[in-house]
């Protein structure tokens, strides 16, 4: 059983920057898919980014490609977003997932954090 949770979420103007951390234990780390999603009141829960191991290429959402950067720590069992130029759309509950397939559908995902909260003032 895999625990998650993030980190680093909070309030920041349009075009600023926020780090969030998720931090793993409880599972194989190194043999998971680590993905973030985030969902906005009143909408879907949407694929943001998400990745296998640090040697492969990264899928992202095109609505943040150029703008986000996931990452993956396999000393410290934890996978980053950095999140530059944010926009007001931006605004959601971030979470983390773990799971066996890379995919932009929640249900390739097993495991998920509690979510954390990203607000991005106009």
């Known amino acids: 059983q895999v625990q998650l949770v993030e980190s680093g979420g909070g309030l920041v103007q349009a075009g600023g920057s926020l780090r969030l951390s998720c931090a793993a234990s409880g599972g194989s780390f190194n043999n998971y898919v680590m993905g973030w999603f985030r969902q906005a009141p009143g909408k879907e829960r949407e694929f943001v980014t998400g990745m296998r191991r640090v040697s492969t290429s990264p899928l992202y959402a095109d609505s943040v490609k150029g703008r986000f950067i996931i990452s993956r720590d396999y000393l410290k069992n934890t996978v980053s977003l950095q999140m530059n130029s944010l926009k007001p759309e931006d605004t959601a509950v971030y979470y983390c997932?773990?799971?066996?397939?890379?995919?932009?559908?929640?249900?390739?995902?097993?495991?998920w954090g509690q979510g954390t909260q990203v607000t991005v003032s106009s």
């Open positions: 997932a773990a799971g066996w397939r890379l995919g932009v559908d929640p249900g390739s995902y097993d495991y």
